[in-house]
Each structure stands twice: as C-alpha cells, then as structure tokens.
C-alpha cells in the first residue's frame, strides 16, 4: 500500500496543537514538506522545529487568525504564490460550548465565517495548484455532531453539519481532477477542547470533572477517550495515494460511540 507523502506539499491549519499538529507530524513523517497555519507564531516555529524530516524537506509556517477570514486570505495567497499545495487540513477550534437556544445570532456568524468561509477560501486558493499535479486531498476535521447531534453544542452542531455539506458539494465537483474531499469526524479526544467541553459540562450539571469523565467514557464502547495521533493516522490515509477512491464521506474515528451505521 502506497502512503509516501514524498514530493507532496501540506498546509496543515490549527496545526499548533491537539490534532492538527498531530496531523502536521505525521505527514511531515511520511514525507510531506509541510506548512504550518495559525495565529500564535511562536507556537508556529516551536511546532516546526519539531516536524520530521526524513527525506530532508524544509517545513515552513504562515501566521493567519481564523477569526479574520482577510488575514486568512492574504496568508495563504503570499504562500502560493511560492509553494503549490497538494494536501490541505482544514482545522480550527470549535465554537464555546452552549444551548442552541442561547445562541446569539453573532455567535452563528462568526463561527460560519471561521469555518466554512476559511475552508473555502483555502480550498478555492489550493485547487489550481492541485488540478495541475492531478493530485489533491482536502480533509477537513470537524465532528461526530454530523450523524448525530451533540448536547450543549448548538453553535458548532449547526456549523459542523454546513461544513459537512459544503464538502460533499465540492468532492463532486472536483473529483474528475484526481482530487478527493473527505471528513473526519473525531469522536471525545484528548485535546485542550475536550478539556473545556468537561469543565462547562461539569460546572454546568454540577458535577466533579473526574465523576463526568467516567460517564462519557462509559458510552464509548473501547472504553477510553481517543488520541490526537489517532486522528491523524486516519488523516494521513486519506492524505496519502492509497486513499485514492475514497471521496465525499464522513469517517467517525469514535471508538464506536457514534449510535448510527
């Protein structure tokens, strides 16, 4: 099974912790010459000093806030216009945990502008690079939230599934060019996200983190919360050529606690 990344470039987003500098490793490890985005740049050069270079490659990074899609737009235009992208990670934090009935109208707005605006506008900004070398894989890590609705998520709920659609729409349309886009759904994984999803659940049910923890855990048929790497294995396969024929889904990567086939 082919899953050399050699000769192949990657922007990796959020790639300065939890699953994307996960990703951004992995990648990097199978010899993907990567680049890094987000807003922290020493967060930025302390990751890139840490990615793999087992075929030599030059990794760099570009400094973009996902809450200014401008910022996003110009960052990845200087970058282009000096690397191509073959590969492409969409990844930011999710919105603040809360009932969708609570939800403001700003707070919609923001998050369909951080998530969906940015995706499209790196994809759209990737693709001519990815057309010329008859090669493109755009993953975009988003939710389990797709299949089946997550409690006290009512912003990201919502804005998860757009992305979901979004992505569907645009693996037709761009598949004809040996580009593919899938999902990754990532069920309760160890990241600073979960951390505070745990904290507002608590706080807000009036529970001790460790007593809460037990129970999410306990709907998890594997028993355990995930691993950033274990999202990122299943990103780099669909990164990777052997992922080929693989187009227009959304992979759960859950331990089996997503309740749907």
Known sequence: MNISLTNKHALICGSTQGIGRATA????????TCTLMARNEAALQETLSRLPRPDGQTHHYVVADFSVPDTVRKAIAAHMAALPVHILVNNTGGPAAGPVTAATTEQFEQAFSQ???CNHILAQACLP???AAGYGRIINIISTSVRIPLKNLGVSNTIRGAVASWAKTLSNEVA???????????????TGRLDSLLRFTADKRG????DLTR???????????????????????LASPAASYVNGVSIPVDGGRTGSI
């Open 115 to 117: 998530h969906l605006v």
């Open 129 to 131: 690079s990815m057309k």
């Open 207 to 210: 529970m001790h983190v460790d």
């Open 215 to 237: 129970e999410m855990v306990g709907d998890i048929p594997a028993g355990r919360f995930g691993e950033a790497d274990e999202i990122a294995n299943v990103a780099a396969f």
């Open 25 to 32: 490793m992995e990648l990097a490890g199978l010899g993907a």
């Open 176 to 190: 004809i060019h040996g580009i593919t886009v899938n999902n990754i759904l990532p069920g309760y994984t160890k």
